[in-house]
């Protein structure tokens, strides 16, 4: 708690985020699914919410996560499988690491669509969520193609916030498949509305230049990916960052993974 002069005061300030560590011992189980190891606010009615930042680091013995406001929290294992996502799988982790943050529910009936193409609606709402970036409510100003369906609030706060501007006359086209470039200036733009960008830390050895078809990405998602690949959490296939390759589901985890994950490795 907070106190001053002996009283104790409510805090919350979002233009100052907390970084909060606590000591914690995994059990044998947990410690193998340690990607499943969550933190939750407990509000004043009792009810949970699920802190999408929060994670355990192995090597430093403790849980940590970053907030806005002093309230009571606890530490939980929230293990979620789906049957198309197999225990040996290259992705596994990542798709474990987002679905205990309930930052996805999967496609429905215990599955997750790994291979599925990523909508720019799931692209965004997935973005967002795990950044804690809530979405309008009864929004009066959206895009005219937002509908009323899940991503509609996700799609009117991107829009009042400045992280997209559609793709034209008003337009989102959230049910268009969501290219890898439009993906990585999606989650740029997002990162920096909520002014966690790097301003000079350099994470890895890699450059644009490295790759080979770094001449086929869009003036407008080239400062977005030249970021992202010198922070190391996109990495590319055989040479090539595909820029105007549809996105999967299981790409899209993989990448919000590493960067929720990047000061553990």
Partial sequence: MLTLDGIKTAWNNPSAPVMVSIPYTPTAAEEESSESI??????????????????YMQSTGAVSFST?????????????????VSDGAWYNRAVSFIAAREITIGTG?????????????????????????????????NFSDAGNTWYTGYLAAAKRLGISIGVGKNLFAPLKEVTRQEMFTLLYNALG???????????????????????????????????????????????????????????????LYNLMTADRR
């Fill in 38 to 55: 969550v933190v939750w606010y407990i509000d004043t009615q009792g009810n949970i919410i699920t802190i999408p930042n929060g994670y």
């Fill in 68 to 84: 806005t406001h002093f309230s009571d929290f606890a530490v939980a294992i929230n293990q979620v499988r789906f049957q198309d």
């Fill in 109 to 141: 009936n215990g599955n997750f669509g790994p291979n599925s193409s990523l909508t720019r609606g799931q692209a965004i709402t997935l973005i967002m969520k795990t950044y804690g970036i809530a979405p309008v409510t009864n929004p009066m100003d």
């Fill in 193 to 255: 509305v909520i002014k966690q960008l790097p301003l000079d830390a350099i994470y890895s050895s890699r450059t644009l230049s490295d790759f080979i078809d770094a001449d086929q990405i869009d003036s407008w998602a080239k400062e977005a990916m030249t970021l992202l690949v010198e922070m190391g959490v996109v990495n590319g296939y055989a040479g090539m960052l595909m820029p105007h390759s549809t996105t999967t589901r299981v790409e899209m985890a993989q990448l």
